[in-house]
């Protein structure tokens, strides 16, 4: 999966973490280390929206199925991000 800067910041490298593969990322979570903005990936498809183009309804849909997986310094940057 190639990675781009974040939409928003433009920062490279992004953090990718997984939480289902095959054989590439089905589902997971991309973040942006610089403005600590995070990016779902869904069924293989990174979705690099900035802040006014996104689902809020998506997104809390998302953050809720992978709470679990979701490592917790991530979860609390996710949660800054949606609160803000
Ligand atoms: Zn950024």
């Given at each position: 999966m190639d990675l781009l800067a974040c939409?928003?910041?433009?920062?490279?490298p992004l953090e990718l973490y997984s939480f289902r593969e095959s054989r590439e990322i089905e589902e997971g979570v991309i973040i942006?280390?610089?403005?600590s903005r995070w990016y779902p990936v869904l069924v293989g498809v990174p979705?690099?929206?900035p802040d006014e183009m996104r689902d809020k309804n998506q997104d809390l849909t998302f953050l809720e199925k992978w709470r679990e997986k979701i490592p917790l310094n991530v979860l609390k940057r996710c949660e800054w991000a949606m609160h803000s």
């Open positions: 939409p928003v910041c433009k920062a490279h942006c280390p610089k403005c979705h690099m929206l």
